[in-house]
């Protein structure tokens, strides 16, 4: 399910936009977050991370901000 998001929706979403660059942040979807339960395993990550990096390629000249939040537990 979210590899197809990735795949088509945001794509599909960022052409509408000019960019000048993409924010990645948080981990709340992993599959040991209690509260979501959204489930993305280490490699649903991984895949969204590989994602990202074509993203701000393609659409804001390689600019991305990754920032890390959390520690609910």
Same mark, same amino acid.
């Given at each position: 399910m979210y590899q197809r998001l990735w795949d088509q929706l945001l794509h599909q979403s960022l *052409? *509408?936009?000019i /960019? *000048?660059? #993409?924010?990645?942040?948080g981990q709340d979807a992993t599959a /040991?977050?209690?509260i979501s339960r959204l489930m993305v395993t280490r490699e649903g990550f991984?895949?969204?991370g590989n994602k990202?990096? !074509?993203? !701000?390629e393609?659409?804001?000249?390689?600019? /991305? #901000?990754?920032a890390q939040e959390g520690g609910y537990n």
């Open positions: *052409n *509408n936009f /960019l *000048n660059f #993409i924010v990645s942040a /040991l977050y209690p991984k895949y969204m990202m990096r !074509e993203l !701000e393609t659409y804001c000249y390689g600019r /991305l #901000i990754v």
